[in-house]
């Protein structure tokens, strides 16, 4: 078989078929000028209507199909069932929805009829990270879930409700065991194989791990210590002490022998969009792992790919034209080239997340964008300042 | 078709005249089915005319229209994973019944095989390398102005696209040996 030249290769795509949208332009224009004119709606009530019934339908048409367990006795009532937890998602949803909205509104009323006042804008908050008004009377905590490929260590935060170190241990673990990482796109990585106990007057976290332990060679040890590095700032504790066999001091992770770690924070850290293999919505924000001494060298690295990690240069930063400190408010002015064009896309809003997850990580409390084209990008008023987030890549759990 | 005094409409004719079938295929190739592409398209004229007035002509018209064409793509995909897709794939069939509700266009299948079969191969391209591939080499569009529809640097598009071009053509001579050996 001879060998496809590049040449080749390129010559057929420039030869590729025409594709021709046949419609009337008169119809086209029909149709979006009928969206032009429709009010914004409700977003989630037809479609949850639509799915409700269609599910209803699916399930009086073939209830075979679904491969729940929970279709299995008499067709109709199965599907009464079905129909009814749907409308009870969808209603869930759309509260939240509702939720959402009117925190969006707040910015959005004075300029409706801007380009960002969109009707089909995605009806989810297109945010990844946990704000302080999100937080209520609840707690964050984070894990370090490494990717699927284990290239990257991904903060993935919880909200839990507030309680003393021990219960929070008891409660981070009830999480680790209960989350399912390869759902969210990332590496089967938790439950950790390892005990942990609290030496609460030592400030001290003991992890305690068996002779054939997973974690003893370098790509392993590695999300594993940064992985007991979140326990650590999540418990507020100084130190790890490792054993193995209850007995033994230390551990083996391959080509080290460790018997503690202090805790360490990590900060002046870049962040990027990094989109999972797997389905997901959302892309995740993840810092690469190198600390620059200033916020614009952060920046600067944030312009370009890290190809080799698959992170993706968040949009924005590359309009910085310049970015300085103002230290009386803790915030990063951050100026824009002037004449830009902003979207009000998902992607945009999560370009924004980035630039203020790297703030956080220099420990700035606010960023203030000078020359932003348009008022708000989703939940941000872009003509104010900007609170940091509290933590990255926020999921719940059921 | 006529103005009738109306800016909008006007907008519109010119808009369409000069841009329509572009951004139409691009979208056809991103999201390989012709009512979405047509629903698509439709949306890139709402963005469009709810943003003409802030056009500041910083950009080419061209580029433009290409980058937000670019957006209502990439929303249509994040949007399909949500969870309503979720739930249609399920109660269908098969995840072979969905792929072949996307059969490759007539204007592709009366062709010589190799179209098709580039056709098929993009599936295997990222997002962002389809993108490229589509706007360099389908819509003709040069690095420069490739790179200002993306908002990316020139630098950024000759890597995507010489990375495209490699999955592409290891793709196409896999397809190629297999259906060789028929």
Same mark, same amino acid.
């Given at each position: 078989?001879?060998?496809?030249s590049?040449?080749?290769?390129?010559?057929?795509?420039?030869?590729?078929?025409?594709?021709?949208?046949?419609?009337?332009?008169?119809?086209?224009?029909?149709?979006?000028?009928?969206?032009?004119?429709?009010?914004?709606?409700?977003?989630?009530?037809?479609?949850?209507f639509?799915?409700?019934?269609?599910?209803f339908?699916?399930?009086?048409?073939?209830?075979?199909?679904?491969?729940?367990?929970?279709?299995?006795?008499?067709?109709?009532?199965?599907?009464?069932?079905?129909?009814?937890?749907?409308?009870?998602?969808?209603?869930?949803?759309?509260?939240?929805?509702?939720?959402?909205?009117?925190?969006?509104?707040?910015g959005?009323?004075?300029?409706?009829?801007?380009?960002?006042?969109?009707?089909?804008?995605?009806?989810?908050?297109?945010?990844?990270?946990?704000?302080?008004?999100?937080?209520?009377?609840?707690?964050?905590?984070?894990?370090?879930?490494?990717?699927?490929?284990?290239?990257?260590?991904?903060?993935?935060?919880?909200?839990?409700?507030?309680?003393?170190?021990?219960?929070?241990?008891?409660?981070?673990?009830?999480?680790?065991?209960?989350?399912?990482?390869?759902?969210?796109?990332?590496?089967?990585?938790?439950?950790?194989?390892?005990?942990?106990?609290?030496?609460?007057?030592?400030?001290?976290?003991?992890?305690?791990?068996?002779?054939?332990?997973?974690?003893?060679?370098?790509?392993a040890?590695?999300?594993?210590?940064?992985?007991?590095?979140?326990?650590?700032?999540?418990?507020?504790? %100084?130190?790890?002490?490792? @054993? /193995?066999?209850?007995? *033994?001091?230390?551990?083996s +992770?391959?080509?080290? #022998?460790?018997? &503690? =770690?202090?805790?360490?924070?990590?900060?002046?850290?870049?962040?990027?969009?990094?989109?999972?293999?797997?389905?997901?919505?959302?892309p995740?924000?993840?810092?690469?792992?190198?600390?620059?001494?200033?916020?614009?060298?952060?920046?600067?690295?944030?312009?370009?790919?890290?190809?080799?990690?698959?992170?993706i240069?968040?949009?924005?930063?590359?309009?910085?034209?310049?970015?300085?400190?103002?230290?009386?408010?803790?915030?990063?002015?951050?100026?824009?080239?002037?004449?830009i064009?902003? %979207?009000?896309?998902?992607? @945009? /809003?999560?370009?924004? *997340?980035?630039?203020?997850? +790297?703030?956080?990580? #220099?420990?700035? &409390? =606010?960023?203030?964008?000078?020359?932003?084209?348009?008022?708000?990008?989703?939940?941000?008023?872009?003509?104010?300042?900007?609170?940091?987030?509290?933590?990255?890549?926020?999921?719940?759990?059921? | 078709?006529?103005?009738?005094?109306?800016?909008?409409?006007?907008?519109?004719?010119?808009?369409?005249?000069?841009?329509?079938?572009?951004?139409?295929?691009?979208?056809?190739?991103?999201?390989k089915?012709?009512?979405?592409?047509?629903?698509?398209?439709?949306?890139?004229?709402?963005?469009?005319?709810?943003?003409?007035?802030?056009?500041?002509?910083?950009?080419?018209?061209?580029?433009?229209?290409?980058?937000?064409?670019?957006?209502?793509?990439?929303?249509?995909?994040?949007?399909q994973?949500?969870?309503?897709?979720?739930?249609?794939?399920?109660?269908?069939?098969?995840?072979?019944?969905?792929?072949?509700?996307?059969?490759?266009?007539?204007?592709?299948?009366?062709?010589?095989?190799?179209?098709?079969?580039?056709?098929?191969?993009?599936?295997?391209?990222?997002?962002?390398?389809?993108?490229?591939?589509?706007?360099?080499?389908?819509?003709?569009?040069?690095?420069?102005?490739?790179?200002?529809?993306?908002?990316?640097?020139?630098?950024?598009?000759?890597?995507?696209?010489?990375?495209?071009?490699?999955?592409?053509?290891?793709?196409?001579?896999?397809?190629?040996?297999?259906?060789?050996?028929r």
């Amino acid at each position: 078989m001879k060998k496809i030249s590049d040449e080749q290769l390129e010559e057929w795509l420039r030869e590729m078929p025409k594709l021709k949208d046949h419609r009337d332009p008169h119809d086209i224009y029909e149709n979006i000028s009928k969206k032009l004119e429709e009010r914004p709606r409700k977003p989630w009530i037809i479609p949850s209507f639509a799915t409700a019934a269609a599910v209803f339908l699916m399930a009086i048409l073939s209830f075979n199909l679904f491969d729940g367990a929970s279709i299995n006795h008499s067709a109709d009532k199965s599907t009464q069932e079905e129909a009814a937890t749907e409308q009870n998602t969808s209603l869930k949803k759309e509260e939240s929805t509702v939720e959402n909205e009117a925190r969006m509104d707040v910015g959005n009323e004075e300029n409706s009829t801007e380009m960002n006042d969109i009707t089909f804008q995605a009806t989810e908050d297109p945010t990844t990270a946990i704000y302080a008004e999100d937080l209520g009377a609840m707690q964050v905590f984070t894990l370090a879930i490494p990717d699927s490929q284990v290239q990257n260590i991904i903060p993935v935060s919880f909200l839990i409700e507030p309680s003393g170190q021990a219960d929070q241990l008891a409660h981070i673990e009830e999480v680790m065991t209960s989350i399912d990482e390869q759902e969210w796109g990332l590496d089967d990585f938790y439950p950790l194989e390892a005990d942990f106990a609290i030496d609460a007057n030592n400030s001290t976290l003991n992890v305690n791990v068996a002779a054939d332990h997973p974690y003893q060679n370098g790509s392993a040890s590695i999300p594993f210590l940064n992985a007991i590095q979140h326990l650590l700032l999540n418990l507020n504790l %100084e130190k790890a002490i490792f @054993t /193995t066999n209850e007995t *033994e001091k230390g551990m083996s +992770t391959g080509h080290d #022998f460790i018997t &503690e =770690k202090v805790v360490e924070k990590k900060s002046n850290l870049a962040f990027y969009l990094f989109y999972p293999s797997h389905e997901a919505i959302k892309p995740y924000l993840v810092p690469f792992t190198e600390s620059y001494s200033t916020i614009e060298e952060a920046f600067n690295a944030m312009k370009t790919n890290v190809d080799t990690h698959n992170l993706i240069a968040p949009l924005l930063v590359e309009q910085i034209s310049s970015v300085a400190i103002d230290e009386t408010n803790n915030r990063v002015n951050i100026t824009l080239n002037q004449g830009i064009n902003i %979207e009000d896309t998902p992607e @945009t /809003t999560q370009s924004i *997340e980035a630039i203020l997850l +790297t703030a956080q990580s #220099f420990g700035f &409390e =606010k960023v203030k964008f000078i020359n932003a084209p348009i008022d708000t990008l989703g939940r941000f008023s872009l003509q104010e300042d900007i609170q940091v987030p509290i933590a990255a890549n926020k999921k719940s759990i059921d | 078709m006529n103005g009738e005094g109306n800016p909008v409409n006007s907008i519109f004719d010119e808009l369409y005249e000069k841009y329509h079938q572009d951004v139409f295929q691009f979208l056809f190739y991103m999201v390989k089915n012709r009512e979405q592409a047509e629903d698509l398209a439709q949306e890139v004229y709402i963005r469009v005319l709810k943003a003409y007035k802030n056009f500041e002509g910083k950009s080419s018209e061209k580029t433009w229209l290409f980058s937000i064409a670019r957006n209502v793509a990439i929303d249509s995909f994040r949007k399909q994973k949500g969870w309503k897709q979720r739930i249609i794939e399920k109660f269908d069939w098969s995840t072979q019944q969905v792929k072949d509700m996307n059969p490759i266009p007539e204007e592709i299948a009366m062709e010589r095989e190799e179209y098709q079969y580039i056709y098929q191969c993009l599936d295997h391209c990222t997002i962002d390398q389809r993108i490229v591939i589509i706007m360099r080499y389908i819509q003709e569009l040069s690095i420069a102005e490739t790179a200002e529809a993306l908002n990316w640097t020139e630098s950024k598009v000759k890597t995507t696209q010489h990375r495209a071009l490699k999955v592409l053509k290891k793709e196409m001579q896999e397809l190629l040996e297999k259906e060789g050996n028929r």
